[in-house]
């Protein structure tokens, strides 16, 4: 939307705030600030939704049974729906802060400090890259990526998730909480990349986000200690919880030393600051295997998100995202 002043190309419609061409800002602080009124107008009307939904709930929806298993309901003699519970918060998801922060990040090196031309690189996101296959590789390879330990992308992600956050966090909501927010949208990802267009990190339209809070797929290059000084950037004591995926080659945690290594990973994870990391131990060629012949690898059970499943259950959009996560090899 900040590309295109508040115009959603996929609809047709003005959704968002105008926030004027983008070919007219002069630098990326310029950018950064449509941004953060695109943000912060698209969350003033999810809360303004969310309000009547709870209103709704409130009103013509008890909830009896969770009311009774929550503390203070029925102290207060008050449903969950009407705030009964000692504790209101809502929680909203973010989703895809990889592909925001790369985006964002692309934007600075290839616009702003880099010569491209805005116009041009929104005309190539508005055909998809149709035709822009040398600015798309630009975009894709010659750009900051979150999950390298880089700081030009590590920065540009704190400015992002610090203006989402105040943009939600302390908002009063309809059962007498607060707003807070997760960054754990389980797969979500998959299904919002189907309906957003090609961002300026070189990913194409349709194509799923960024899931949790783990780097782009494929974009984080340097191995998984660099991933994990990245996401531990984010101020995670802000969030309700996240979410970090990894995958690893089986060999490399063989045996007892590969097993303190990775003992040793998560402890330094959590040293820096980190809240959560979940592993799929499976090569890229069994998962590979399996899509061909799902029938041979039914026991075949992966990480998804948040939960667990059996690979060959899962959408072919699913396995294909799961396949794309970087394989690390090396601790």
Known sequence: LALHDGFDVRTGKYVGA???????FATFDDLFAAFETQVRHVLDI????????????????????????????IAKGMDYNEGGARYNTTYIQGVGIGTVTDALAALRAQVFDGGVSMTELVAALDADFEG???LRQRLLNRSPKWGNDDAAADEVMQ???GAFV??????????????GVDMLPTTCHVYFGGLTGATPDGRRATTPLSEGISPVQGADRLGPTAVLRSAAKM??????????????????IAGEEG???LSGLVRTYFGLGGHHIQFN???????REAQADPDAHRDLIVRVAGYSDYFCDLSRELQDEIIARTEHEAL
Not at 47 to 73: H, K, Q, W
Not at 166 to 179: H, K, L, M, Q, S
């Open 166 to 179: 105040d943009a939600i966090d302390g908002r009063p909501n309809g059962r007498g909480g607060t707003y």
């Open 281 to 287: 131990v499976v090569s890229i060629d069994t998962l």
């Open 46 to 73: 999810k809360i303004r939704g969310n309000a009547l939904i709870e209103a709704v709930y409130a009103d013509a929806m008890p909830a009896p049974f969770l009311s009774v298993i929550t503390s203070d309901c």
């Open 159 to 161: 400015r992002a998730f």
């Open 18 to 24: 105008r926030t004027g061409n983008p070919a007219s």
């Open 235 to 252: 101020d995670q004591a802000r969030t309700c919880g996240t979410l970090l995926n990894m995958k690893v080659n089986p060999g490399l």
């Open 259 to 261: 097993i303190a290594q």
């Open 132 to 134: 822009s296959e040398p």
